[in-house]
T-cell receptor, first 113, second 115 residues
């Protein structure tokens, strides 16, 4: 059974710092890995999707990497801003054809001015 | 604008009183699903639908029903809600069949409290 773990559970940094969020998964049979952002009252927003054949994806100040063989992904946030404060969720889509996402429990990020 | 719309956003009810949470998407997606989110457990899939009239159980289907009569709508039905169904619920949609590039879109969530 696929299990997704995110470390740390919470992170507090001053504005301007670069930071790394970690995600690990137990079964490498995945279609893709997605990083989501969750804001209170606003649902989940997909930030980056890395296909199983890819090593990384970038969007603005965000860079996500995937090492499928070792079951790890990282989300790198450059020059953090207070607006980055949110919970970040990692999810893998199993390659069963049923599109189920298996989520980690998230990292709650607070960026202080 | 691509949207997944859930209603209501907040609901307080009592044990045993049937309720329905609606979900609608405007992206013509075949695939839709429901998740619940609980502290320390993350999001867990309740039910999913690969297309109209095609539904199946996820990991935590007990106490829930769904229907998919139209492509855009996928309501979640709690026939007899119990306090252990107090949770934050999310509806999601995506393109079917599954593929490596399949981004899923989520609604804003429905916070349900069962007293």
């Amino acid at each position: 059974k696929q299990e997704v773990t995110q470390i740390p559970a919470a992170l507090s940094v001053p504005e301007g710092e670069n930071l790394v969020l970690n995600c690990s998964f137990t079964d490498s049979a995945i279609y893709n890995l997605q990083w989501f952002r969750q804001d209170p009252g606003k649902g989940l927003t997909s930030l980056l999707l890395i296909q199983s054949s890819q090593r990384e994806q970038t969007s603005g100040r965000l860079n996500a990497s995937l090492d499928k063989s070792s079951g790890r992904s990282t989300l790198y946030i450059a020059a953090s801003q207070p607006g980055d404060s949110a919970t970040y969720l990692c999810a893998v889509e199993e390659n069963t054809g049923f599109q189920k996402l298996v989520f980690g429990t998230g990292t709650r990020l607070l960026v202080s001015p | 604008e691509a949207q997944v719309t859930q209603n209501p956003r907040y609901l307080i009810t009592v044990t045993g009183k049937k309720l329905t949470v609606t979900c609608s998407q405007n992206m013509n997606h075949e695939y839709m699903s429901w998740y619940r989110q609980d502290p320390g457990l993350g999001l867990r899939q309740i039910y999913y639908s690969m297309n109209v009239e095609v539904t199946d159980k996820g990991d935590v289907p007990e106490g829930y029903k769904v229907s998919r009569k139209e492509k855009r709508n996928f309501p979640l039905i709690l026939e007899s809600p119990s306090p252990n169904q107090t949770s934050l619920y999310f509806c999601a949609s995506g393109i079917s069949p599954a593929g490596t590039k399949n981004i899923q879109y989520f609604g804003a969530g429905t916070r349900l409290s069962v007293l």
